[in-house]
């Protein structure tokens, strides 16, 4: 079991039975998906008690009943809180909390009743996340040309503060500008990239291969993910150094690096401390893989048919490419 197997498993022993049921029915959904739900559900229930007012409660004794017991006003209140508030993950949050109220609108208990008894604060959700997918579309197209620049600084434009990130840099400069690249290159999400060992990376046909989690059902799936030139170079720099141009081990792809030796696959979190150490000096604060990731998928969709989708983003026609492809003027 990996480590985000077993933060989620943590998190699921506190949670409602409600929040359990959505997490193991969501078949299509990766841990680390789940755990965030997870996370912007219990972030939601704090302020909420902060709002009234009240004592907080653990989260495994919010009931079905207190939650339909929430007001439309209390829904506009914390949509309000967020966007006061300017949060970088306001997009996330409001999205997080609309699935999983519209999981429970549709889900009946053991009594045949539906969980949810009435739907108004989902209008509220559903108003507000239509508003930021318009936004986070003119975002996301002055962003594209912004990636490639971004690439290109974390390969050879990143300017060491002190003679300690020097030596970092020197030794990972590869290994991080083949991260970034391969993320903006074939929108792979960092779950997906941590796990790649050095027998998936083919640069001869330009692609990686993996087992990808399934959203039609439970289990995974073999996927072969193409990448361009650009990503390519990068690699081929990165594995004629750090591996000798030996690709046929089960050796991580990306890994930490002791003093003298490789050291260990790099955790999902590490991932994600590169690219906003980068992000940072780059000036550009909301640069994280998630918007690389989307920033693919929006220039893929501009070329590609939708229906060939599915395999390379990762993603189902009827659910996440529809949205992305409803902002890119394609409708389904």
Same mark, same amino acid.
């Given at each position: @079991?990996?480590? !985000?197997?077993?933060?989620l498993? /943590?998190?699921?022993n506190?949670?409602?039975?409600?929040i359990?049921?959505?997490?193991y029915?969501?078949?299509?959904?990766?841990?680390t998906s789940?755990?965030s739900?997870?996370?912007?559900?219990?972030?939601?229930?704090?302020?909420?008690?902060e709002?009234?007012?009240k004592?907080?409660?653990?989260?495994?004794?919010?009931?079905?009943s207190?939650?339909?017991?929430? $007001?439309? !006003?209390?829904?506009?209140q914390?949509?309000?809180?967020?966007r006061? /508030?300017? @949060? /970088? $993950? @306001?997009?996330?949050?409001v999205y997080?909390?609309r699935?999983?109220?519209?999981?429970?609108?549709?889900?009946?208990?053991?009594a045949?009743?539906?969980?949810?008894?009435?739907?108004?604060?989902?209008?509220?959700?559903r108003?507000?996340?239509?508003r930021?997918q318009?936004? *986070?579309?003119?975002e996301? !197209?002055?962003?594209?040309?912004?990636? @490639?620049c971004?690439?290109e600084f974390?390969?050879?434009?990143y300017?060491? #503060?002190n003679?300690?990130?020097?030596?970092?840099? /020197? $030794?990972?400069?590869?290994?991080d500008?083949?991260?970034?690249?391969?993320?903006a290159?074939?929108?792979?999400?960092?779950?997906?990239?941590?796990?790649?060992?050095?027998?998936?990376?083919?640069?001869?046909?330009?692609? #990686?291969?993996f087992?990808?989690r399934?959203?039609?059902g439970p289990?995974k799936?073999?996927?072969q993910?193409?990448?361009?030139?650009?990503?390519?170079?990068?690699?081929?720099?990165? #594995?004629? #150094?750090?591996?000798?141009?030996?690709?046929?081990?089960?050796?991580?792809?990306?890994?930490?690096r002791?003093?003298?030796?490789?050291?260990?696959?790099?955790? *999902?979190?590490a991932?994600?401390l590169?690219?906003?150490?980068?992000?940072?000096?780059?000036g550009?604060?909301?640069i994280?893989?998630?918007?690389?990731?989307?920033?693919?998928?929006?220039?893929?969709?501009?070329s590609n048919?939708?229906?060939?989708?599915?395999?390379?983003?990762?993603?189902?026609?009827t !659910?996440?490419?529809?949205?992305?492809?409803?902002y890119?003027?394609?409708?389904?």
């Amino acid at each position: @079991m990996d480590e !985000d197997q077993i933060a989620l498993g /943590k998190l699921l022993n506190c949670s409602p039975e409600f929040i359990k049921r959505f997490c193991y029915e969501k078949l299509e959904l990766a841990p680390t998906s789940k755990i965030s739900y997870i996370k912007d559900f219990e972030y939601f229930i704090n302020w909420l008690f902060e709002f009234r007012n009240k004592p907080r409660k653990e989260l495994s004794l919010i009931s079905m009943s207190f939650i339909n017991n929430l $007001s439309k !006003d209390d829904i506009e209140q914390y949509v309000q809180f967020l966007r006061d /508030k300017g @949060m /970088k $993950s @306001m997009k996330r949050k409001v999205y997080s909390l609309r699935s999983i109220f519209s999981f429970l609108l549709f889900t009946k208990d053991e009594a045949g009743d539906y969980l949810l008894k009435h739907n108004e604060f989902i209008k509220v959700l559903r108003v507000e996340q239509e508003r930021n997918q318009i936004t *986070r579309k003119h975002e996301i !197209d002055e962003t594209r040309e912004e990636i @490639m620049c971004f690439v290109e600084f974390v390969y050879q434009g990143y300017i060491p #503060v002190n003679s300690y990130d020097e030596i970092f840099y /020197k $030794s990972n400069r590869l290994r991080d500008a083949s991260i970034v690249a391969l993320i903006a290159d074939t929108g792979l999400r960092l779950s997906e990239i941590r796990f790649l060992n050095c027998k998936d990376l083919d640069l001869s046909k330009n692609h #990686v291969s993996f087992l990808r989690r399934n959203y039609r059902g439970p289990g995974k799936h073999f996927v072969q993910i193409s990448f361009g030139e650009k990503a390519k170079s990068i690699l081929l720099e990165y #594995v004629r #150094v750090d591996f000798d141009n030996d690709l046929v081990s089960n050796l991580p792809l990306f890994f930490t690096r002791g003093r003298n030796s490789k050291g260990s696959r790099l955790t *999902r979190r590490a991932l994600a401390l590169i690219i906003e150490k980068y992000a940072d000096a780059f000036g550009k604060s909301v640069i994280t893989a998630n918007r690389i990731r989307q920033t693919f998928i929006l220039d893929y969709l501009d070329s590609n048919n939708i229906s060939t989708g599915e395999m390379q983003l990762g993603l189902s026609i009827t !659910d996440m490419i529809g949205v992305y492809s409803k902002y890119n003027d394609f409708g389904i």
